[in-house]
């Protein structure tokens, strides 16, 4: 069974720093994108980042551009989201996801594997 543990969520005051990370069990992830989503009460989940593995290409939803940045270590088997310059509306369970095809997605649906979530909260 395949497991992404997700760790370093918090409260953080706006304009403040987090970072998550996500470790998973299997070796064979190494060579899969994996990524990261958000889901606030009452909104549907969204696409945050999103990284291959073996190159380290990434992308980014447009609200977090210049703020977050995802990042990997191959030998470990985790990825990272560096949350900077945190606001409000970055409040979210954030998930981290990986898939089984070679490219990033941005549709949550085509990610086969699912953390169990960490708590985002940003006071004003």
């Known amino acids: 069974q395949v497991q992404l543990v997700e760790s370093g969520g918090g409260l953080v005051q706006a304009g403040g720093s987090l970072r998550l990370s996500c470790a998973a069990s299997e070796r064979t992830f190494s060579s899969y994108p994996m990524g990261w989503f958000r889901q606030a009460p009452g909104k549907e989940r969204e696409f945050v980042a999103g990284?291959?593995?073996?190159?380290?290409?990434?992308d980014y939803a447009d609200s977090v551009k210049g703020r977050f940045t995802i990042s990997r270590d191959n030998a470990n088997n985790t990825v990272y989201l560096q949350m900077n310059s945190l606001k409000p509306e970055d409040t979210a369970v954030y998930y981290c996801?990986?898939?089984?095809?070679?490219?990033?997605?941005?549709?949550?649906?085509?990610?086969?594997?699912w953390g169990q979530g960490t708590q985002v909260t940003v006071s004003s």
């Open positions: 990284i291959t593995w073996r190159v380290g290409i990434t």
């Open positions: 996801a990986a898939r089984l095809q070679r490219a990033v997605t941005q549709t949550p649906g085509r990610w086969d594997y």
